[in-house]
């Protein structure tokens, strides 16, 4: 079974830029979610869908940062306009709907984001 | 809101044991999960305590304190390929299941 995926893997951008990344939960993951992680420090939790459907997007920096989940499969993440700051590794992962307390969720690769 | 605490950097020689704390403070959660992360890839779950004590998985073992808002990641045998990342995680007790990370330790093994 392939596990998640994200494209790209890297990407340096100048501030400014638009940036797309995409993120391909495990097939029949109805919970998928993005985290970023800044500067070597903690792994923060930017937004959470459930299908199709924002269920939590608390973690989300700012209006620059749009997420979309069309259909309820992948998933994107368009910053616009990029800024300095806004450099990380950008984590989606997705997880089964439990009903219990345990949601392991499976991380992808990251996107290594760069602005110049 | 939950903060959890971990030590930056440990570092122990291959086949030693090697225990890396977590200390949070939480409102309240569901339980601890820790998650292994090696340069350039993905963050990959290890184990989980719902309960207080001691959960084994292989050579891997984490622990759980409530009472002491405390928890660690036992690692024995330690293996050159054990150098990485390890992050304690907890998910808040609400609707959304999103995990809070702590700031992740950064293990190296040597010869």
């Known amino acids: 079974e392939a596990g998640v995926t994200q494209f790209p893997s890297h990407s340096v951008i100048e501030k400014g830029q638009t940036v797309t990344l995409r993120c391909d939960p495990i097939?029949?993951?109805?919970?998928l979610y993005w985290y970023r992680r800044v500067m070597g420090k903690e792994i923060k939790f930017l937004l959470h869908f459930v299908k199709e459907s924002k269920q939590d997007e608390s973690g989300m920096p700012n209006n620059r940062f749009l997420a979309e989940r069309t259909g309820g499969t992948y998933s994107t993440l368009k910053v616009q306009p990029a800024e300095l700051e806004d450099s990380g590794v950008y984590f989606c992962?997705?997880?089964?709907?439990?009903?219990?307390?345990?949601?392991?969720?499976?991380f992808g690769p990251g996107t290594r984001l760069t602005v110049l | 809101g939950q903060s959890l605490e971990q030590p930056s950097e440990v570092t122990a020689v291959e086949g030693a044991i090697v225990q890396i704390n977590c200390t949070y403070q939480?409102?309240?959660?569901?339980?601890l999960s820790w998650y292994q992360q090696h340069d350039g890839g993905a963050p990959t779950f290890l184990s989980y305590?719902?309960?207080?004590g001691l959960e084994e998985t292989g050579r891997f073992s984490s622990f759980l304190s409530r009472s002491d808002s405390y928890g660690y990641l036992l690692l024995q045998e330690l293996q050159m390929k054990d150098s990485a990342s390890y992050f304690c995680?907890?998910?808040?007790?609400?609707?959304?299941?999103?995990?809070?990370f702590g700031s992740g330790t950064r293990l190296l093994v040597r010869p």
């Open positions: 992962a997705s997880s089964q709907d439990y009903a219990d307390s345990y949601n392991e969720q499976f």
């Open positions: 995680a907890v998910r808040e007790v609400d609707s959304s299941y999103k995990l809070i």
């Open positions: 097939s029949g993951h109805d919970n």
């Open positions: 305590n719902a309960l207080d």
């Open positions: 939480t409102s309240g959660f569901y339980g």
